[in-house]
């Protein structure tokens, strides 16, 4: 008995811990999304029922304007960066000249700190005083708007997030490929494969579950976009570029319309969650 | 002898009174907040204003003072997450006043009435009456008045006033126009005729008109200006029917004036939606637009060019906003035929306010009153301590003309300038910025609706449609009736 009290009181502080700064949190914003608070203009919160849900799926546009921006964002940022990455990361598999020169400049981007990124970004993009611009320009591109064309900027704002989390992709990868045994590529080489079949039909399969990893964590990362649209567009031009995390950000913090961003936050929270699953099960079902 | 001792005690007496009423000042005495530390909330540039009084006051008193500076676009969601959490991390906080329904009208600063009995206001008589006007919510002075806020119209006078450019304008649009341009359709045309040509010899291509056009940085304002001529009469606010208050941003006037913002976008620098404030007054002044919008803050930026690589100093002329040639009257559901200008004050002006959390509220008020005080806050809004963001709000500022000659001026130039902002900020008839409870979000969507017609997304008519609908349901959630007694109330109205 004095033994079990001594096992809970050690879990303890981790218990209260985790209620206070995970459970807690989680069921406050869950009762809060059935509510309707103005905070900013210290009106008192009213029961709404499921009001703020209905809201969002059949009276709010923005919120389908988003949700569409974001899948999008993620589909192919994470394609674009995965390729790039395999490909990174097999031709620094190789021997060739610089090769850990070249590894250490391809992590440079990742270590940034993404709003510092954001607003480099921004800088360089200008339109009056930007450099990127300014090379464009000379280059007889000067009628193109990076960051007003509403048909352009996400693309831009897409680019940058390849720019910055190709890295990512690579350096797992890279790990990926340096583990796998010598052995393998010797068979294949001594039974007369080629340097595409042996890519094919060794290294993409065993790369293949790392690479579920990877997608899965690098969508969950991009899902929850946010800093790089703070600092390039604003969610702009228009609503071109506007995150959902973005736009649940704007009604909480710039609305304070704080019952309808917690249900907004738990719509964003089940999506992720319905990505989540069936990224996971189709790792299961490689490994 | 007990005359004599009632005599003692009575000037005993009086000598402390006088002496406890000599303590009572809204000056800043030495070593009277030692050790203590004050927190302001500022964005940039009115850091610079707080930057330039600290060591001074802070010498003084004995004080600290902590700055935290945040940009625009976070100032509403840092400030207000300090109320709601009640945390009292800042004691005084710069903010725009625009948002005085959220921030009067939720109670989150301190009314000032009883600091300022007590230690008294340098010259409150000294006050322009709008600026006393919006420092105000329900009868009380909830903050310091800091800045005075009107868009005015700047025009490159080596362009507009050229008597080559003037005829070549008449041979093609038929008439002469005025100077400063009085209407918009005038703007409009000038702007086409200014585009796309080297008209100030400098080698480089400049264009029609600037004005701020980026989301999140206050580009509402912009298309206001334009708004105020087409859908409102001077004294009559063009926002919401006050009787019934139904949302008039979707009528024609509005709707005409976002069609000739969308068409001005044609006549303006290929950068200009990224144009927030500050890149908008560094591109004017770097000389690459004949026309602008903006605040007082030009004027100033356009006297250095050292320090802020001005080249228009002394080519600027000022004038009040430009009116229209007709006008809706949404109470009669028509157009009036006939020019029509209205003076706005837009953002109406940043203020200090102290938080009612502020565990300091005497220190904040008499650092507020230290910097504010007429001969110190002629300094930040004259020019001498340079771009800060501050336009004049007193009587004095308008009058002591060898301080702004001081701070770069030509006296010319100034006193034209000061004379533009002093008859609108004197106009009876100006309409005063939206101040109901909500403001920020009214605004936001404006903004956003706004960015999609300058970006071409979205047709003028279609966007005052979506601003309307997001109208409505902010009433809404507010209280219909609740916001149209406080609209009621913002306009002077009486209660139903």
Same mark, same amino acid.
């Given at each position: ?287 | ?36 530390? +004050? ?117 490159? /006078? ?57 989301? /999140? ?80 803050? +030009? ?101 002591? +003309? ?26 009876? /008839? ?36 979506? +601003? ?29």
């Amino acid at each position: 008995m004095r033994k079990e009290a001594t096992k809970f009181g050690f879990l303890l502080p981790g218990l209260l811990y985790l209620m206070a700064m995970a459970v807690f949190p989680l069921i406050w914003s869950l009762t809060l999304s059935f509510h309707r608070w103005k905070a900013a203009t210290a009106a008192p919160r009213v029961f709404v029922g499921i009001e703020n849900f209905l809201n969002i799926f059949s009276r709010d546009p923005r919120f389908w304007n988003s949700l569409r921006f974001t899948v999008l964002y993620v589909a192919i940022v994470v394609s674009v960066e995965l390729s790039l990455g395999l490909l990174l990361a097999y031709i620094l598999n190789e021997r060739i000249r610089f090769r850990n020169f070249f590894r250490v400049l391809f992590l440079l981007p990742m270590a940034a700190p993404p709003i510092a990124v954001a607003f480099m970004w921004r800088m360089l993009l200008n339109p009056d005083a930007g450099i990127v611009v300014k090379i464009l320009n000379s280059m007889g591109l000067n009628m193109v708007r990076w960051l007003t064309d509403a048909r352009l900027t996400p693309f831009v704002l897409m680019a940058v997030d390849i720019w910055e989390w190709t890295p990512f992709m690579f350096l797992g990868l890279l790990a990926a490929m340096q583990s796998f045994p010598v052995s393998l590529y010797d068979a294949a080489q001594v039974d007369g494969a080629s340097r595409l079949q042996i890519f094919w039909f060794v290294t993409f399969p065993l790369l293949l579950p790392i690479m579920v990893t990877l997608v899965l964590l690098r969508a969950i990362d991009a899902f929850k976009l946010f800093e790089l649209v703070f600092g390039i567009t604003g969610g702009g031009p228009g609503t071109s570029t506007e995150s959902l995390s973005y736009y649940t950000y704007t009604v909480g913090f710039q609305y304070f319309d704080l019952g309808y961003a917690c249900a907004l936050s738990w719509v964003f929270l089940v999506i992720v969650l319905i990505m989540a699953n069936f990224l996971l099960k189709r790792l299961r079902k490689e490994v | 002898m007990r005359k004599l001792l009632w005599c003692v005690v009575l000037v005993v007496l009086l000598v402390v009174a006088s002496a406890l009423a000599a303590e009572k000042t809204w000056e800043s005495q030495p070593g009277e907040f030692k050790g203590q530390t +004050i927190t302001v909330l500022i964005t940039d540039p009115h850091s610079a204003v707080v930057e330039s009084w600290k060591p001074e006051w802070e010498a003084l008193t004995g004080a600290k003072v902590e700055m935290v500076v945040v940009p625009y676009a976070s100032l509403y969601d840092k400030m207000m997450t300090d109320f709601i959490t009640g945390t009292g991390a800042y004691d005084l906080i710069c903010w725009p006043s625009t948002w005085a329904g959220d921030v009067m009208g939720g109670g989150w600063v301190l009314p000032l009435e009883d600091l300022m009995e007590e230690y008294g206001y340098p010259d409150w008589d000294d006050v322009v009456p709008a600026i006393k006007l919006i420092v105000s919510w329900g009868g009380k002075v909830y903050a310091l008045p800091y800045d005075g806020d009107c868009h005015m119209l700047y025009y490159r /006078k080596d362009a507009l006033e050229n008597p080559d450019y003037r005829a070549k304008f008449k041979e093609k649009y038929g008439y002469e126009y005025n100077i400063p341009p009085k209407s918009w359709e005038e703007i409009m045309d000038i702007s086409e005729f200014f585009t796309g040509w080297d008209w100030d010899n400098d080698g480089e291509t400049e264009y029609g008109i600037a004005f701020i056009a980026q989301r /999140k940085t206050q580009a509402m304002w912009s298309y206001l200006d334009i708004a105020m001529q087409y859908a409102a009469q001077p004294g009559v606010a063009p926002f919401f029917d006050p009787d019934t208050m139904e949302p008039q941003v979707n009528n024609p006037g509005w709707v005409e004036a976002m069609d000739v913002i969308q068409k001005l976008t044609k006549f303006a620098p290929p950068g200009l939606l990224s144009y927030g404030y500050s890149e908008l007054r560094q591109a004017f002044v770097s000389g690459n637009s004949a026309i602008a919008l903006d605040w007082g803050d +030009i004027g100033i930026l356009e006297q250095s060019p050292e320090k802020y690589g001005s080249k228009v100093k002394g080519l600027l002329g000022y004038g009040p906003l430009p009116g229209s040639m007709k006008t809706y009257d949404f109470k009669a559901k028509r157009w009036i035929e006939g020019y029509n200008q209205v003076n706005f004050l837009n953002f109406g002006g940043w203020v200090f306010s102290i938080s009612k959390f502020s565990k300091n509220p005497v220190p904040a008020y008499k650092f507020a009153t230290y910097f504010t005080a007429p001969e110190r806050s002629l300094l930040d809004v004259c020019g001498i301590h340079g771009y800060t963001g501050a336009n004049p709000w007193r009587f004095s500022h308008f009058k002591n +003309i060898d301080k702004w000659v001081e701070g770069g001026w030509g006296k010319d130039s100034v006193t034209k300038y000061l004379e533009t902002i002093q008859t609108i900020l004197s106009d009876p /008839k100006a309409i005063t910025d939206l101040r109901i409870p909500g403001a920020a979000e009214y605004y936001d969507y404006l903004d956003l609706y706004l960015a999609e017609v300058l970006s071409g997304t979205k047709a003028p008519k279609d966007a005052c449609d979506a +601003i309307y609908a997001e109208w409505v349901k902010i009433t809404e959630t507010h209280g219909k009736e609740k916001q149209k007694a406080l609209y009621r109330e913002s306009l002077g109205l009486p209660a139903e």
